[in-house]
């Protein structure tokens, strides 16, 4: 069993940034799938961002469309722990950040393929 907990959310004005991060139990941190979805209120969670490493310097990773160029998904696999940097936030941007692993390869966005999932963390921009 792998155990997710996010942190770093909070309240920031519009143009801010915030990093998240998430750290995750287990000995096999470096051969997971990580990825970052969010919700707001009324809406469904969506994809943001996926961080696949492969070894050494080589990944791959990839974002929602609204979020290309503001956000960055990196991680330490000696800390077990994949960020997710957020510059220039919007207000669009509030939502619940939860953090998901999936054990085995896959770079995809649909949420019903990952395994484990944190319990989340607020980000409110305001504007």
């Known amino acids: 069993q792998v155990q997710l907990v996010e942190s770093g959310g909070g309240l920031v004005q519009a143009g801010g940034s915030l990093r998240l991060s998430c750290a995750a139990s287990?000995?096999?941190?470096?051969?997971?799938?990580m990825a970052w979805f969010r919700q707001a209120p009324g809406k469904e969670r969506e994809f943001v961002a996926v961080?696949?490493?492969?070894?050494?310097?080589?990944?791959?990773?990839d974002y929602l469309d609204s979020v290309k160029g503001r956000f960055t998904v990196s991680r330490d696999n000696a800390k077990n722990t994949v960020y997710l940097q957020m510059n220039s936030l919007k207000p669009e941007d509030t939502a619940v950040y939860y953090c998901?692993?999936?054990?085995?390869?896959?770079?995809?966005?649909?949420?019903?393929?990952?395994?484990?999932w944190g319990q989340g963390t607020q980000v409110t921009v305001s504007s």
């Open positions: 961080h696949r490493w492969s070894g050494g310097s080589i990944y791959y990773a």
């Open positions: 287990g000995r096999t941190f470096s051969s997971y799938t």
């Open positions: 998901a692993a999936r054990r085995t390869y896959y770079t995809g966005s649909h949420s019903e393929e990952y395994d484990y």
